[in-house]
């Protein structure tokens, strides 16, 4: 366990193939389980397994490359997994998000770290002509926390639509689901005071809040809130703004990228902003971007 603190924040990362980061999902570099605020409130929990799927072992604010190119072979061979490593096709099927992979070669990551700041470096591997080099830094000052992310497209085909997104999987002292958890989405349209649509047109538990959201009750259904893109406001950082006013504590989060992909989900007792940055890199290319959570009390 890797442990970053400053005079309010206390910040776990587990290490590959530690605790929750063993699974064949989300990036294994920087993958942030717990923040504490002053001692007092937590804002990390683990995605539960009364899913409709399996739980992918998601936790805290872990990261995910989307990057399917497993179509591209058959059966017993190799494709990449942005940010984890290569997987075998067991089964002719390509790969989806929830599925195990007994066969498996995990990328190398160098890491160092002091006290305040931890610097993760995924290593490309060659694999149909697509490789990754990752460099993830993860700072803490006060009460905030920034992730920088630089990405370079080290093969010899182009990366293309290349999403890369934070889960946040989001429980603000472990409280359940409830209108004491309001989200405020500035960059989104007026979703109204109703109650919303997730994505299977079915009303879900969300209820439009203005430019935010709240919810009508406790669910222990995970339900989901898809935004058109083409309503969000592309033109300044994209915001958002989590609290819980019984527990009386917050946290906003700024992007240093113009969203790609807007989705809001939650379950029991987490809410998770679903921010993608959708990216091309042409072979030798680099491209950065950046997430900055602020906690704090109310």
């Keep these: 366990m890797i442990r970053l603190q400053s005079n309010r924040l206390k910040v776990e990362i587990s290490e590959p193939m530690e605790g929750s980061n063993r699974g064949f999902r989300f990036d294994h570099a920087g993958f942030v389980s717990e923040v504490e605020l002053d001692g007092l409130a937590r804002f990390c929990a683990s995605e539960p397994k ?9 936790r805290g ?23 984890v490593g290569l997987f075998r096709k067991w089964q002719d099927k390509n790969y989806h998000f929830d599925d195990t992979y007994p ?8 890491v160092s770290s002091n006290e305040s700041e931890a610097v993760f470096v995924t290593e490309p591997v060659l694999c149909l ?12 000052a006060d009460n905030r926390l920034l992730m920088e992310i630089e990405a370079t497209n080290a093969g010899d085909r182009p990366i293309l639509q290349m999403a890369e997104y934070c889960h946040n999987f ?19 349209p007026d979703f109204g005071e ?6 299977l047109q079915r009303k879900g538990s969300f209820r439009g809040r203005g430019r935010g959201v709240t919810f009508c009750e406790f669910t222990a259904v995970d339900t989901d809130l898809p935004v058109d893109i083409d309503t969000v406001d592309r033109s300044e950082p994209f915001t958002w703004t989590l609290r819980h006013l019984g527990a009386r504590a917050q946290v906003f989060c700024e992007h240093g990228f113009a969203p790609g ?11 998770c902003p679903e921010i993608s940055n959708v990216v091309d890199l042409a072979p030798g290319e680099t491209k950065r971007w950046s997430y900055q959570w602020t906690f704090e009390q109310m």
């Design 50 to 58: 009364n899913l409709r799927h399996p739980s992918t072992l998601g």
């Design 61 to 83: 604010l872990c990261n995910e490359y989307k990057f399917d190119v497993s179509g591209e072979v058959g059966v017993g061979e190799w494709f990449p997994k942005f940010g």
């Design 103 to 110: 066969v498996t070669q995990l990328f190398p990551i160098h």
């Design 129 to 140: 002509g697509y490789a990754l080099k990752a460099v993830k830094t993860i700072r803490v």
């Design 170 to 188: 989001i429980s603000i002292d472990g409280m359940a689901l409830g209108s004491d958890y309001q989200l405020d989405l500035p960059q989104c």
């Design 194 to 199: 109703e109650r919303l649509f997730n994505s």
């Design 261 to 271: 992909e807007v989705s809001i989900w939650a379950v029991d007792h987490m809410v």
